[in-house]
């Protein structure tokens, strides 16, 4: 249960408590799903703000303990890169305070850990994400609107009502153009059927005309692959000629940030 709603008493005092910078991580947190502490010490403590990477790191983990122990987040059991990658492979979520301070319609806090498949899922997603907002900092693109799960979802308006349930929504600026994506990233987990299933549901919803009418334009589809072979493969799924040309885009995630940005696809 995540408890009684807070009052407005409260929710002022947490604010006032973790400030500016602990409200946005935690609400981060909350829209991307799981994020892990090197990619929440990237965004929210980058090793410029301070004296040395150590100082930066150490900042990080004072803030991310005191955020645990309000139970805005919460630190899962499972960690990523091994022990020795320190505090930076603990893996967090949206704790039952913060659930209450955000008052997301989201599924309440979970009382198991996520599977192993799961969070490497929802690391890369968010990896994607932090990578975007570096390459913002660096005035290589504007990230303009990011939407996670599942305010990305959109309903096709066919038989049945079918859910399109994309990883995540962009809009970002380069070059004096904006461009918009539906974003699946890809670990290399789903066979030839899954993916096509998912594909022909993109092209259904593009050809129903609606995304189109409210917003004036059809995202691409972008498919983030971890190498070169599994790009291969997927475009070996996406090349037929059931789909729309220029549709879909196949890349990796190294070269993902160009990708979106305008660049080679």
């Known amino acids: 249960m995540t408890g009684a709603p807070l009052t407005e008493r409260e929710i002022l005092e947490i604010r006032e408590r973790i400030g500016g910078r ?11 799903r799981l994020m892990s502490g090197g ?18 790191a150490r900042q990080c ?9 309000a139970h805005l987040l919460t630190r899962l059991e499972r960690r990523v890169g091994g022990v020795r990658a320190g505090s930076a492979s603990f893996v967090y979520e949206l704790g039952s305070v913060g659930h209450r301070l955000l008052d997301r319609e989201r599924p309440t806090p979970r009382l198991y850990e996520p599977s192993a498949v799961f969070v490497d899922h929802q690391l890369a997603v968010s990896q994607l994400v932090v990578d975007l907002v570096l390459a913002s900092r660096r005035r290589k693109l504007e990230l303009k609107t990011v939407e996670g799960e599942p305010d990305c979802w959109r ?6 009502r079918a ?11 380069a070059r ?8 699946e ?24 005309g609606v995304e189109q009418a409210t917003h004036g334009v059809f995202p691409r589809v972008v498919w983030i692959a971890p190498d070169e072979r599994r790009t291969e493969r997927l475009r ?6 059931e789909f729309t040309p220029g549709l879909m885009v196949v890349t990796t995630s190294e070269e993902a940030p160009l990708v979106l940005a305008g660049g080679k696809a």
Do not use: C, M
Request: net charge positive; no cysteine.
């Open 176 to 183: 004096e153009y904006e461009y918009r994506w539906f974003v």
């Open 163 to 173: 859910l399109l349930r994309p990883d995540l929504f962009l809009a970002l600026a």
């Open 185 to 208: 990233v890809d670990r290399g987990t789903h066979h030839r059927p899954a993916i096509l299933r998912k594909a022909r549901l993109y092209e259904s919803y593009y050809r129903s």
């Open 61 to 69: 983990r004072r803030v991310l303990s005191h955020l645990v122990q």
């Open 155 to 160: 309903r096709l308006p066919t038989v049945g």
């Open 236 to 241: 070996d799924v996406l090349g037929g000629s």
């Open 22 to 32: 602990g409200l946005a991580l935690v609400t981060q947190v909350s829209d991307l």
């Open 39 to 56: 990619q929440i010490q990237a965004v929210y403590f980058p090793n410029e703000d301070h004296s040395s990477g150590e100082a930066a």
